[in-house]
């Protein structure tokens, strides 16, 4: 490993920890004492004015009487998700998803009476009526359009007076999006404002082995019509509030691998969102709460449409439901995030429609990879051999010039160009790589096909593995041994190794020091990142090993010796790059200073004279550079 890909990885090392600086969770506040779930929801604010007059005790609310006044629930489900609504209101009580399941083999569910509850309110003159006051009755039918068939389900509430309140869902034979009409008819006179709002709390359960993963992971989306996505940042785990008065697409309330979405046909007029973690609970993740205000134009007429959406962060999935809905898949900054999208994602969906296991997937997509970067690999390792044979000359240069750096830098440079020998080029695939490798840094840990799926002794690609539970935690390693990290930093330190002793000449003093320092850095900072980007930089540090070995049989120094004498006598007479022409220019600027200073040095050095002498008429009260201000300096 020569000084080139030192400095190459010491630039990856930088930028890795200031990226994860950059997204780590800010410090909570300290917490003395756990607070229930109950006790944490009263600390919500009130985030609308009105939302404290919202009451099921609202007088229009009991003069709508409904034929059925008892509670009961009704099913919709397919083979992907199942919606239970409650006769009461008419509205979501339970979503499961039927085919996932947690960490602990438990059924997967992302909202229940006791970890969430959504209300509809619509403005009346007696204030706000909530829907969950009111009484539904169900009726299940059954309606094609085309290709695709639905289940129906309608929650219709009719008064003795003649006016009516409906729900109406559609849920789709596959897939995870439920379709929701509101419409009234005879309502007008009782409503007034034209306004209406759905109110969602959120107790997220823990569904990740990963606790901590899951809470810089989750929080309150919305999308707004400027295209830009409005949260309250993933990574935060303190209390925090944010709100728009700009229309919106959405509003989701988001986990780590999943999303709970409302999209409204007509977008909502403002969001109000709130999070906050209660630290000590370790049981819980975080508490989420959205407020999303809308208009209810269109209610006694075509009704009011929405989509909701509980399911996987899946991109595929979530691309088409609305605009910017993907964004709840996280893939890192734009251009990682585009590398991601536009590389990583695409090989991943050609590959598992041919391999099963995503252990052998991510070592095929590092094949690719190095097979993509070889010809970049091969010229870096043509690079540092021919600066292999050039060491004795720079050598030279060292003894010649001692610590004037500026002039050995002006040669080197000017050896360099007569040989035909790049010295940035050796770290060049090193740098190419750097995207790539902070793409997976996302991709991995937020791809829900990682999710749950094992590799030898991985049960789980997109956390952490460990082979051993420790009974403390060592501060900035955890809680646990990663064997995949331990074998990440031992082929990083043999791969170092073996570059070293390739080039034993090229990395000395400090540079070799830090060569062997940096693998152990990783060590510590990705024991708890998913063992899936782990797997891939153990199984990249092996196939490097290989990849040079065998480079290392095509390359003839022979050869390469013939071509750079050849390249000097081609190149005598080659003018200097601009590069030299700056660094010759400061030796020259430097070399000119020398002779204003060095006399004067000499001067002082010597014994004073004991002889006096006199200042020419000339030069009274001026001294010449160079000139004893006694006047001895011309005595003998």
Known sequence: MDRNQIIGLVLIAVIVLTYSIFFAPDPPPPAPKSKSAD????????????????????????????AIANEDTVVLENDQVRYVFSTKGGLLRTVRLKELYTFDKKELYLLTPETGDMNLSLKSNTGWLPLRSLYFEPAFSREVKGDSAFQVLTLRLLDTSGRSLSHTYRLAEKGYTLRHTLQAKGMGGLLSGNQAKLDWSSNLPQMEKDLQACRINSTVNTYTLESELVNLGESKLGLEEDSIVTPAYWVSHKHKFFSCGVIAAKPFSS???????????????????????FTTEGLETDGLHFTYYFGPNDYKIQEGLAPGFEHNVYLGWTIFGTINRYTIMPLFRFLE???????????????????????????????????????????????????????????????????GVNPVSGCVPVLLQMPIFLALFNFFPNAIELRQAGFLWADDLSSYDNILDLPFTIPFYGDHVSLFTLLMTA??????????????????????????????????FLNSFASGLTLYYFVSNVVT??????????VDEDKLRKILEDNKKKNVNKPMSRM?????????SKETTKPATKPASKTAAKPESKKTGTIKPETKGKTKPGSDPKGNAGKK
Not at 355 to 383: A, D, H, M, Q, T
Not at 546 to 552: D, K, L, T, V, Y
């Open 545 to 554: 090993i290989g990849q040079q070995m065998i480079i290392a049989k095509f």
């Open 353 to 419: 429609q041919y391999i099963v296991n995503y252990g052998i997937i991510i070592i095929i997509l590092l094949i690719i990879v190095k097979i993509i970067l070889s010809p970049l690999s091969y010229r870096s390792y043509v690079s540092m051999a021919k600066m292999r044979l050039l060491k004795p000359e720079l050598d030279l240069l060292k003894e010649k010039y001692g610590d004037d750096m500026t002039g050995m830098q002006a040669e080197q440079m000017q050896i360099y160009q007569k040989a």
């Open 580 to 588: 030299q022409q700056r660094l010759q220019e400061a030796m020259k």
């Open 271 to 293: 969001v109000a969102m709130r999070s906050r973690t209660d630290e000590p609970d370790k049981s819980n993740v975080k508490y989420l709460f959205s407020s999303a205000t």
């Open 39 to 66: 006790s944490i929801k009263s600390d919500l604010p009130v985030l609308n004015p009105d939302e404290a007059a919202i009451s099921e005790a609202n007088p229009l609310a009991q003069s709508i009487t409904a």
């Open 491 to 524: 082929s990083t330190l043999v791969y170092t190794w073996y570059n070293n002793q390739m080039n034993p000449t090229t990395v000395t003093g400090p540079m070799k020091t830090i060569s062997y320092v940096m693998p152990i850095t990783f060590l510590f």
